[in-house]
C-alpha cells in the first residue's frame, strides 16, 4: 500500500521560512514524479511545485516562483518544499503528491497518491 507521509508544517511570521518533507513508502514506482499543492477553505487545490521523475527538472506556480524550491532527498522517494519569505497568503494546507512517471506534472489528477496534508500558518 503506498503512503505518503509529509511534515514540517506550522505557524510562521510573515517573512519566514518553513521547509516540507514527504516520503514515498510501500511503493514499487521506477521513477517518482512527485508535487505539491495547496488548498484553502472555499477555494480549489492550488499547484504548487512539481518535479520530474526521470530528469528532476521542476516547475512552479506563479505564486511561489523565486519563493518556494522543490528538491529531492538523498532517496528518489522523498522530496522537500522549501518555502522562505512566506506571506499570509501561503496559509494553506499543504498536500504532496506521487506518480510513477518520467515528467513533472502539474495538474492534480494527473497524480495516483496522495498525503493526508500538512497545515502551514503564516501570520502578518
Known amino acids: 500500500q503506498v503512503q505518503l507521509v509529509e511534515s514540517g508544517g506550522g505557524l510562521v511570521q510573515a517573512g519566514g521560512s518553513l521547509r516540507l518533507s514527504c516520503a514515498v513508502s510501500g511503493s514499487t514506482f521506477t521513477n517518482y514524479a512527485m508535487g505539491w499543492f495547496r488548498r484553502v477553505p472555499g477555494k480549489e487545490r492550488e499547484f504548487v511545485a512539481a518535479i520530474g521523475g526521470s530528469s528532476d527538472s521542476v516547475f512552479y506556480g506563479n505564486s511561489v516562483k523565486g519563493r518556494f524550491a522543490i528538491a529531492r532527498g538523498d532517496a528518489r522517494n522523498k522530496v522537500y518544499l522549501q518555502m522562505n519569505t512566506l506571506k499570509p497568503e501561503d496559509t494553506a494546507v499543504y498536500y504532496c503528491?506521487?506518480?510513477?512517471?518520467?515528467?513533472?506534472?502539474?495538474?492534480?489528477?494527473?497524480?495516483?497518491?496522495w498525503g493526508q496534508g500538512t497545515q502551514v500558518t503564516v501570520s502578518s
Open positions: 503528491a506521487a506518480k510513477d512517471g518520467l515528467y513533472y506534472y502539474i495538474l492534480a489528477n494527473q497524480y495516483d497518491f
